[in-house]
């Protein structure tokens, strides 16, 4: 599995997963995921559930990772596999969901795992009674697929009648009953979806679970609302008090890689501490104090991390970065990935670092190069600071942006994809 292109790819390619006039699925990246759930499930899986990846991407791997057998899976991967179906079912956004399970009919994908999860998304789903009353022919669509027309009808004649709709009814518990975890409640929810229903009723349109942490949408960015480890950087870098920074500093990070695995790879990091990532004015030291958040995060994750300084001190940037010279410094160290942090303004040499970057493959360097460009708004136009168009980029500009920006930089080393695992895992487990 690609880890690096398939995770680019869950972050950009924005295309809804549609099912056609004659009811099949359409999708243009199906044999992308197909490929990638054959080469590695468990990890094809839990990729879907690394912060930032697009809604639609996350209906694919739940479609394709309930069509597909689980025959031959260990107890610990179909696990793993179930709680990763949930977690998508209850982290998308419902119509997206809906749309994944009304396309396992049309693949007439059957497994007892498809089964047990339609049922769970129709009558267990947080916002099961509203979506009941404004998607029910789709959710009985779904629910006849699972339980078969026949079973699923016949479920639903005894819930009506009040002489056999207890949970205590054999046939109930046999073909219905054992699928749930709250019997009472799928008995009254049965009865709903095969009731008159309510024309008009709005559906449910946000996830209840959403997949995402909750991030800070500061109204007006400046040096200080972009995470707290930047904001105490930006006070240090200012002449504040520094006894009692320092320590806030070092809560801060402490706090931001609490639970975090170590990278098992020697990164090399490249950080731009030139004159523009100081700044001015308003925006003076907003960049430069992100940068370094970046990198006080990378030495408590990475372990072993080696920094080459270009441009000056993060303290006193003065001068031109020579990222070209710097990459070549970093290279080496002999690292596994090296990393470069910078605004994107080359100002020494421009183009420098361009060259060298299209020539390390024709001198036989294979250690993968990442760009990470920070910016001071999540909204800065970033087309004209690019100084290294071949490289793997990706811009971040506050705190809240590690829990993305980490996976995609480490997804380029081979340590990387276990890293990515042992972090999903632990958020699945609701460690972090």
């Not at 390619?13 to 999708?27: A, F």
């Not at 990198?295 to 970065?321: F, M, N, Y």
């Amino acid at each position: 599995m690609d880890t690096p292109t398939l995770l680019t790819h869950f972050r950009t390619h924005d295309v809804p997963l549609e099912l056609s006039r004659g009811g099949e699925p359409v999708w243009d990246d199906a044999e992308l995921h197909r490929n990638a759930r054959l080469s590695d499930p468990e990890g094809y899986a839990l990729l879907a559930l690394v912060p930032g990846a697009l809604p639609w991407q996350r209906a694919r791997v739940l479609l394709e990772t309930l069509a597909a057998s689980r025959d031959g899976f260990g107890e610990a991967t179909r696990a793993t596999l179930t709680k990763v179906t949930r977690a998508l079912m209850f982290g998308l956004p419902p119509a997206y969901a809906i749309t994944a399970l009304l396309a396992l009919r049309r693949l007439r994908a059957n497994h007892k795992h498809t089964t047990r999860a339609i049922i769970t998304f129709v009558l267990e789903h947080p916002d099961a009674d509203a979506l009941i009353e404004a998607r029910r022919p789709a959710l009985i669509d779904c629910f006849e697929h699972a339980l078969g027309k026949a079973t699923a009808r016949a479920c639903a004649r005894l819930v009506a009648e009040p002489a056999g709709g207890g949970a205590g009814s054999a046939y109930l518990r046999r073909s219905l009953l054992r699928f749930t975890a709250d019997p009472a409640a799928a008995i009254v929810r049965l009865r709903a979806l095969y009731g008159p229903g309510t024309y008009g009723a709005p559906a449910p349109q946000e996830p209840p679970a959403p997949l995402d942490p909750v991030t800070e949408q500061p109204p007006i960015v400046t040096p200080t609302n972009r995470g707290d480890i930047a904001a105490t950087l930006v006070h240090l870098y200012r002449g504040g008090p520094a006894a009692e920074l320092r320590p806030a500093l070092a809560g801060y990070v402490a706090q931001a890689t609490r639970g975090l695995p170590r990278l098992a790879a020697n990164v090399a990091l490249v950080l731009d501490t030139s004159g523009s990532m100081r700044g001015y004015g308003d925006r003076e030291w907003a960049v430069m104090s992100q940068a370094m958040a970046l990198r006080l995060v990378l030495s408590e994750v990475c372990e072993r991390l080696t920094v080459v300084e270009t441009g000056g001190t993060a303290q006193a940037p003065a001068g031109s970065a020579d990222l070209a010279g710097a990459l070549l410094d970093a290279l080496g160290t002999g690292p596994d990935l090296v990393v470069i942090v910078t605004d994107g303004y080359e100002n020494h040499l421009p183009g420098d670092l361009a060259r060298v970057a299209a020539t390390l493959p024709r001198a036989g360097v294979t250690t993968p190069v990442v760009l990470c460009q920070a910016a001071f708004t999540r909204g800065d136009d970033l087309t004209l600071r690019d100084p290294a168009p071949e490289l793997p980029r990706r811009p971040f500009w506050h705190q809240d942006d590690f829990a993305a920006l980490l996976p995609w930089v480490f997804a380029h080393v081979g340590e990387g994809a276990e890293w990515i695992r042992t972090t999903t895992l632990t958020r699945l487990e609701g460690g972090r």
